[in-house]
């Protein structure tokens, strides 16, 4: 347990980072610059997420928290599959604009859920 607060804090760290990144990535896009995707830093965005999961395992290894007993944690699990599916789709270059611009909607939707499950834990139904 010792270790919990600072895998916290990185997996935080990561999480922001991991956002940022996504936005930006959705900004550039709309700016019509997609050169980022032959960009030597290309390949950050899935380094930091794998680093964000690992942390994020490594949080439910050590602590207290189980995701089919503390509902928040369930929850974002699931939002988290649906911000994965939808960011993928946001960011392919092969998709009409339309499909594009909405599913980066839905993400980012599920990203600010994810933020707010993580920070104030709600209790959902009791
Ligand atoms: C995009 C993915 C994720 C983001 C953006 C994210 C974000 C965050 C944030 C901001 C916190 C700190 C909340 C606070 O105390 O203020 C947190 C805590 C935590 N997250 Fe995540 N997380 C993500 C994925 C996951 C996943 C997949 C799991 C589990 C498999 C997970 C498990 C946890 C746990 C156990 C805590 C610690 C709760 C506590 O001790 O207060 N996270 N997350």
Same mark, same amino acid.
């Given at each position: 347990?010792?270790?919990?607060?600072?895998?916290?804090?990185? *997996?935080?760290?990561?999480?922001?980072?991991?956002?940022? =990144?996504?936005?930006?990535? $959705?900004?550039?896009?709309? +700016?019509? @610059? %997609?050169?980022?995707?032959?960009?030597?830093?290309?390949?950050?965005?899935?380094?930091?997420?794998?680093?964000?999961?690992?942390?994020?395992?490594?949080?439910?290894?050590?602590?207290?928290?189980?995701?089919?007993? *503390?509902?928040?944690?369930?929850?974002?699990?699931?939002? =988290?599959?649906?911000?994965? $599916?939808?960011?993928?789709? +946001?960011? @392919? %270059?092969?998709?009409?604009?339309?499909?594009?611009?909405?599913?980066?909607?839905?993400?980012?939707?599920?990203?600010?859920?994810?933020?707010?499950?993580?920070?104030?834990?709600?209790?959902?139904?009791?």
């Amino acid at each position: 347990m010792e270790f919990y607060l600072p895998v916290k804090h990185w *997996h935080m760290a990561f999480a922001y980072l991991s956002a940022t =990144l996504f936005m930006l990535r $959705l900004a550039l896009d709309v +700016a019509g @610059k %997609p050169g980022w995707r032959n960009s030597k830093w290309r390949r950050l965005p899935h380094i930091n997420d794998t680093l964000l999961l690992t942390m994020a395992f490594t949080l439910l290894a050590i602590g207290p928290w189980q995701p089919f007993a *503390h509902q928040w944690l369930g929850f974002k699990i699931l939002l =988290l599959i649906g911000y994965i $599916l939808f960011g993928i789709m +946001a960011l @392919k %270059p092969t998709l009409s604009a339309v499909v594009r611009s909405v599913t980066a909607i839905l993400a980012l939707l599920q990203l600010a859920g994810i933020f707010y499950l993580a920070t104030f834990k709600p209790i959902l139904f009791s």
